[in-house]
């Protein structure tokens, strides 16, 4: 008994296992997680070693290269990026996709006691960190007051952060800008060194005046005493009073030699939040913890401390979750939109009401059972999986479509009673049903096996398309059959059907006329591909499309060394230019100084403004910075680049902000430099290429301190002396820590004016030696010079890097000028300029999807092969293949598309889609011959039997991607680029279908019996 006939026989338990299925799907959505991609492990470890005070390259040469040499030989190691900077080794190592990365994190360990067993005394041992996501914040709050700057950063301290802390799923809050307090004491140069002080004396006194220690325990009759010695500071009168030294007899107090403040740290980064001062606080997520619903409980946090502390201002910078959500709600109403318009085109073909409701129950049916595996396979509702319930809406019905059509036509030819035609109509079918729907989940099979980024992305994509298909197909052989031989009635509209039944005419004429001409029909096609493959490189190219995200953001950089004043100065210039010409903007947060690791961020600022939602506002932000960026202009002394924020991924992927980024590799830092300028010279008169810049302009000014060993050793003075000595004078050494009020505050000791101290006052420093104080000058000299901030590595060689942002240009585009700019560069020996950012993220993905795209058509030949039990029809079928390629470029074209990794996506499910409408014609044709027609006559008769559910099934599927494919909306760039190449390469795939294929068949088949003129 067939599948159709069980379920006519038997409505009760077919519907009774579907609505069986529907409940389970139903329950599982009301418990799936929302997210904006899907979870992916990033196959990134990364080595950290910290060693204090050894200069960039001493960390190179004693902690990056020894550790670059050990891990070289991990197995699936790909490729080793290091950064060195005083104090700081970060060694970054990529794997290949599908790394375990704990067996890799074991290897890196076992690697690192093996190879890098005696450290630099004074180093840390190596601390081995897999790349998490959960590392970057969800949410930056801004926090703004008109109190007292100190007393807002204790309330941020010790009341806000401990509160979002306690949020369920927050890890870490980390606060960024507010002055930090400190007790200074302001060493008297001139009386320090008239009372021969040695520095280091006076630090030792303070932190031996200010102890809390136990002294053990005494007994006194049944009770255990404990003996303290409480010596911590009461207050800052004590301090002041603390003796530092004896002379004469007399001691010599503190407060005599130094001046006590109660003040705040020198900055180091100034956070202005809509133009006032504040601080702004990062939260990260606990790994694994769903971002929306932790935002959500930020957000009512964030309210009840808004109410319990109305001194207050709280302002929302970033919250991804709002974007998140919003790129969720959009894709699931163009979902919903597709499928209502599917119903649409169903009702005016069907004709009737009730043959579209049967029709219809597939799409419902298909989509929540498929919540069912989404939730069951451990994913989350994101754009890949939201968007393949979007690309499946239409194909959803495609099964139900043939059935029901050939039901309607068995009853009305035939005369067959409801039921009958029902089992006849769906039996007849359902081989080229099934054979349809396997060669569409053929194309998603390399999908499941791809390991780079993009088969990481699409993978759910690809799970819930085919399950999805999977579902609709059981519809179509079971529900639709039971329904169709209940409810079909003849009710349909007469316009209609004599519309259809006219357009059935003309189509005949045309087939006629393609079955005279076979050939020319076939060289008009094969000249349509070639012309469509000589306008393929003027599409362009890139790795994805870009996105409005909502945040446009403007760097100011300035040579290193440059005074924080300074910076602030030229910052805040660009700030009152956004303030006039972003009216938009909901929160403006301006940043000034360091930000991470690097020593050279500290001459750097930005301005980062947050947008309204995209439906709220009138420009996109790619628009707004334009605008900025030429409203901005030149900064004196500051190079200022404006850019909007890159998708999340991408971020993920790459350290820069710059999509382009052209790495110069070697070792000689001259020549790397030289290169490297040359390099920046030509790309900024490539057209398309704003904010060119290097990674490595130019060293940090240095007042360096030479020591004459020799003569500091006959003093009796080391090299530890003299930079213990220069340290405490200059930038100061924490010598304990003051209590107050349960806050624990830095003692810092320095001199008075440590900033503004001249040559004269470095060389007048006293060091102790054995003889007593030596003066510096003695043993020393001075000198200005210049030295690397960060020394960078790649491949275990030296980089500098030349970054770029692209504007109103493709990638692919853009690089091919590079390459050709590049092109006479003369390049020494042992060094290499090599194209990267984005552009190698987009090779990789590409190469990816070609494989994908070259095993796709592969494995849908090799099922139509199997299941025709021929070698010749479904190379007739796959005809139709490369006219979608006709299609795809035109739309793409049209709607000024690039080529990327969604497009191609697209492309690659095209080869399952536009076989289906071959295969209805190529297996109605066989079935007519096997009858005993001639093959013009079948090719004929089977044009006219299937001409409408081809082109029901191409419109339903064309019209539900419509909405995607119109990509508005947050989230509605990423999928856009697919839909398009999906329903232009359907479209015209379609049309020619139509004529191409009984042609080509014709050719075929035409030596063989039957075959009349």
């Known amino acids: 008994m067939s599948l159709p006939a069980f379920s006519v026989r038997r409505p009760v338990f077919t519907v009774m296992v579907t609505l069986i299925a529907v409940l389970l799907g139903a329950v599982s959505l009301t418990r799936l997680s929302v997210d904006l991609m899907p979870d992916v492990e990033y196959p990134f470890l990364t080595v950290a070693v910290n060693y204090p005070n050894a200069s960039p390259e001493a960390m190179e040469e004693l902690v990056v290269r020894p550790i670059e040499r050990a891990v070289a030989t991990v197995p699936g190691l790909k490729e080793i990026t290091s950064g060195a900077s005083e104090?700081?080794?970060?060694?970054?190592?990529?794997?290949?996709?599908?790394?375990?990365?704990?067996?890799?994190?074991?290897?890196?360990?076992?690697?690192?006691?093996?190879?890098?067993?005696?450290?630099?005394?004074?180093?840390?041992?190596?601390?081995?960190?897999?790349?998490?996501?959960?590392d970057f914040p969800i949410m930056l709050v801004g926090v703004a007051s008109g109190i007292d700057p100190i007393a807002l950063r204790r309330i941020i301290d010790n009341r806000l952060m401990v509160a979002i802390q306690q949020v369920p799923g927050v890890a870490q809050v980390d606060p960024w800008g507010g002055p930090e307090r400190e007790v200074q004491v302001r060493l008297h140069p001139e009386r320090i060194q008239a009372l021969g002080l040695p520095l280091e004396d006076v630090v030792a006194a303070i932190e031996a005046a200010n102890l809390n220690r136990p002294g053990g325990s005494i007994e006194r009759g049944h009770t255990d005493f404990t003996v303290r010695v409480p010596g911590r500071y009461g207050n800052l009168d004590a301090l002041r009073?603390?003796?530092?030294?004896?002379?004469?007899g007399a001691p010599i107090a503190l407060e005599q030699v130094a001046e006590v403040r109660d003040t705040q740290r020198e900055p180091t980064r100034l956070i202005r939040i809509n133009g006032e001062p504040g601080v702004r606080l990062a939260v990260r997520k606990q790994s694994g913890a769903n971002t929306v619903e932790v935002a959500e409980r930020l957000h009512r946090e964030i309210d009840r401390l808004r109410r319990h502390h109305p001194q207050l201002r709280f302002s929302a910078i970033f919250d991804q979750s709002e974007y998140i959500e919003r790129s969720?709600?959009?894709?699931?109403?163009?979902?919903?939109?597709?499928?209502?318009?599917?119903?649409?085109?169903?009702?005016?073909?069907?004709?009737?009401?009730?043959?579209?409701?049967v029709v219809a129950t597939a799409i419902p049916v298909a989509v929540i059972t498929t919540f069912g595996l989404v939730y069951f396979a451990g994913f989350t509702l994101n754009l890949m999986t939201i968007g393949g319930l979007a690309l499946g809406v239409g194909l959803m019905v495609d099964s139900a479509i043939v059935v029901l059509e050939n039901i309607v036509r068995r009853r009305d030819s035939e005369g067959l009673a409801p039921r009958e035609a029902a089992v006849a109509g769906a039996s007849e079918v359902a081989a080229p049903v099934v054979a349809g729907t396997l060669t569409t989940l053929a194309i998603f099979l390399p999908m499941f096996f791809a390991e780079a980024l993009a088969g990481q992305l699409f993978r759910q994509l690809a799970w819930v398309v085919a399950f999805a298909l999977l579902a609709a197909l059981v519809s179509a052989l079971t529900l639709v059959p039971m329904l169709g031989g209940r409810l079909l009635q003849t009710d349909g509209s007469q316009a209609a059907g004599r519309f259809l039944a006219g357009l059935e005419r003309h189509y005949q004429g045309l087939l006629r006329g393609a079955l005279n001409r076979p050939w020319t029909v076939a060289?008009?096609?094969?000249?349509?591909?070639?012309?469509?493959?000589?306008?393929?490189?003027?599409?362009?190219?890139?790795?994805?499309?870009?996105?409005?995200?909502?945040?446009?953001?403007?760097?100011?950089?300035?040579?290193?060394g440059t005074r924080l004043e300074t910076v602030k100065r030229a910052t805040l210039a660009a700030r009152r230019v956004v303030a006039e010409r972003v009216p938009e903007a909901e929160v403006t947060v301006t940043s000034v100084g360091?930000?991470?690791?690097?020593?050279?961020?500290?001459?750097?600022?930005?301005?980062?403004?947050?947008?309204?939602?995209?439906?709220e506002r009138d420009r996109s932000s790619a628009e707004v910075a334009a605008d900025l960026?030429?409203?901005?202009?030149?900064?004196?002394?500051?190079?200022?680049?404006?850019?909007?924020?890159?998708?999340?991924?991408?971020?993920?992927?790459?350290?820069?902000?710059?999509?382009?980024?052209?790495?110069?590799?070697g070792h000689d830092f001259g020549t790397l430099e030289a290169l490297a300028r040359e390099v920046r010279r030509r790309l900024r008169d490539i057209d398309g290429l704003t904010g060119v810049y290097l990674s490595r302009d130019s060293g940090l000014p240095q007042q360096l301190v030479r020591v004459d060993r020799e003569r500091a050793a006959d003093r009796g003075i080391t090299i530890a002396d003299i930079t213990e000595t220069v340290e405490t004078a200059v930038a100061g050494r924490v010598a304990s820590r003051y209590l107050d009020e349960g806050d624990e505050v830095d003692i810092r000791v320095q001199f008075q004016d440590n900033r503004t101290l001249s040559r004269q006052d470095l060389l007048d420093l006293r060091v102790n030696g054995d003889g007593g104080l030596v003066r510096l000058g003695s043993v020393a000299d001075l000198a200005v010079g210049s030295g690397p901030v960060v020394i960078d590595r790649k491949g275990q060689s030296r980089l500098i890097t030349v970054y770029a942002n692209l504007t109103d240009r493709s990638m692919g585009a853009v690089v091919r000028e590079v390459r050709a700019a590049l092109a006479d560069l003369p390049v020494p020996d042992n060094y290499q300029v090599v194209i990267g950012g984005d552009w190698e993220n987009q090779q990789e993905a590409f190469s990816s999807l070609y494989l994908?795209?070259?095993?796709?058509?592969?494995?849908?030949?090799?099922?139509?092969?199997?299941?025709?039990?021929?070698?010749?029809?479904?190379?007739?079928?796959?005809?139709?293949?490369?006219?979608?390629?006709?299609?795809?470029?035109?739309?793409?074209?049209?709607?000024?598309?690039?080529?990327?990794?969604?497009?191609?996506?697209?492309?690659?499910i095209l080869v399952g889609i536009v076989v289906n409408n071959a295969i209805l014609l190529v297996d109605q044709a066989n079935r007519l011959r096997e009858e005993g027609g001639e093959v013009r006559a079948a090719l004929l008769e089977a044009g006219r039997r299937r001409l409408r559910p081809i082109l029901m099934t191409?419109?339903?599927?064309?019209?539900?991607?419509?909405p995607l494919a119109l990509g508005f909306g947050e989230g509605g760039e990423t999928q856009a680029p697919m839909a398009r190449a999906v329903i232009g390469g359907l479209f015209v795939s379609t049309a020619i279908t139509l004529v191409l294929i009984p042609a080509i068949y014709s050719l075929v088949h035409r030596r063989r019996k039957g075959y009349a003129s």
């Open 852 to 908: 994908g795209l070259g095993l796709a058509l592969l494995l849908v030949y090799m099922v139509m092969a199997s299941l025709y039990e021929s070698l010749r029809d479904p190379l007739i079928v796959m005809g139709a293949v490369p006219l979608a390629g006709i299609g795809v470029v035109a739309a793409l074209l049209l709607t000024g598309t690039t080529l990327n990794s969604q497009s191609l996506l697209g492309c690659v």
């Open 241 to 248: 009073r603390t003796v530092i030294a004896h002379r004469g």
């Open 594 to 615: 360091t930000s991470g690791y690097r020593p050279s961020e500290s001459a750097v600022g930005d301005v980062r403004i947050s947008l309204p939602p995209r439906g």
């Open 629 to 665: 960026r030429a409203a901005i202009g030149p900064i004196p002394g500051a190079q200022v680049r404006v850019q909007t924020r890159r998708p999340f991924f991408m971020r993920m992927l790459s350290s820069s902000e710059q999509p382009l980024a052209v790495e110069v590799r």
């Open 523 to 560: 060289g008009l096609a094969l000249a349509a591909v070639a012309a469509t493959a000589a306008v393929i490189p003027q599409l362009g190219s890139e790795f994805m499309p870009a996105t409005d995200e909502g945040e446009v953001r403007v760097d100011v950089e300035m040579p290193p």
């Open 954 to 962: 191409t419109a339903t599927t064309i019209l539900a991607l419509v």
């Open 87 to 134: 104090g700081v080794a970060n060694i970054r190592l990529q794997f290949d996709w599908g790394t375990d990365l704990t067996t890799a994190t074991s290897d890196v360990r076992d690697a690192l006691e093996e190879e890098y067993e005696d450290p630099p005394e004074g180093a840390d041992r190596p601390k081995i960190r897999k790349f998490d996501t959960a």
């Open 328 to 357: 969720i709600t959009n894709a699931t109403r163009s979902m919903l939109l597709g499928a209502l318009l599917a119903v649409a085109v169903l009702l005016f073909f069907l004709r009737s009401l009730r043959a579209t409701a």
